[in-house]
């Protein structure tokens, strides 16, 4: 890991991510951790995952998405075995810790959030020990109401 604070930073955040049920697990150099739980408010089996990534030096638009796509096909591959929409849904979390962030890097944070079939996912960001989480704040036509309540629920998450 690049910094002392990002050792600290994946521990606290593990620790109030186990407190509330998840499970922890290295893949591929991240740090995932997952929880799946019933809830009725979204018609089914949520699997809910957080992937915590460190990057030496800054981070760049490339290993933002690099982390994002990996994300994407560990969550695909450990979610439920219900179909997506049909009594299941994902919640995805990539988080990006670096040292600090070029300028493609934020706007990539900034920019949106991406669009996939019953999967709210939401990319952040902590460019630096001392920054605040970067992460897509616009409102989304499809599923804002979820969509503002995970964004809520995360911050509290990576405040940790």
Same mark, same amino acid.
């Given at each position: 890991?690049?910094?002392?604070?990002?050792?600290?930073?994946?521990?606290?955040?593990?620790?109030?991510?186990?407190?509330?049920?998840?499970?922890?697990?290295?893949?591929?150099?991240?740090?995932?951790?997952?929880?799946?739980?019933?809830?009725?408010?979204?018609?089914?089996?949520?699997?809910?995952?957080?992937?915590?990534?460190?990057?030496?030096?800054?981070?760049?638009?490339?290993?933002?998405?690099?982390?994002?796509?990996?994300?994407?096909?560990?969550?695909?591959?450990?979610?439920?075995? =219900? %179909?997506?929409?049909?009594? +299941?849904? *994902?919640?995805?979390?990539?988080?990006?810790?670096?040292? @600090? !962030?070029?300028?493609? &890097?934020?706007?990539?944070?900034?920019?949106?959030?991406?669009?996939?079939?019953?999967?709210?996912?939401?990319?952040?960001? =902590? %460019?630096?020990?001392?920054? +605040?989480? *970067?992460?897509?704040?616009?409102?989304?036509?499809?599923? @804002? !109401?979820?969509?503002? &309540?995970?964004?809520?629920?995360?911050?509290?998450?990576?405040?940790?």
């Amino acid at each position: 890991m690049s910094a002392d604070w990002i050792a600290h930073r994946f521990a606290a955040i593990a620790r109030t991510l186990e407190g509330e049920g998840f499970e922890r697990r290295d893949v591929d150099g991240a740090l995932v951790l997952h929880r799946r739980k019933f809830q009725l408010s979204r018609f089914g089996v949520v699997d809910t995952f957080v992937s915590l990534l460190a990057v030496d030096g800054e981070a760049s638009a490339d290993d933002l998405r690099g982390h994002l796509d990996r994300s994407i096909e560990v969550a695909l591959t450990s979610k439920s075995g =219900i %179909p997506r929409g049909l009594g +299941s849904a *994902v919640e995805l979390h990539p988080v990006t810790l670096a040292s @600090g !962030a070029d300028p493609s &890097a934020l706007d990539e944070a900034t920019a949106t959030t991406p669009n996939r079939w019953s999967m709210m996912i939401i990319p952040a960001l =902590i %460019p630096g020990a001392d920054a +605040s989480v *970067v992460t897509y704040e616009g409102r989304k036509v499809w599923g @804002g !109401a979820y969509h503002a &309540a995970l964004l809520r629920r995360l911050r509290t998450w990576l405040d940790a």
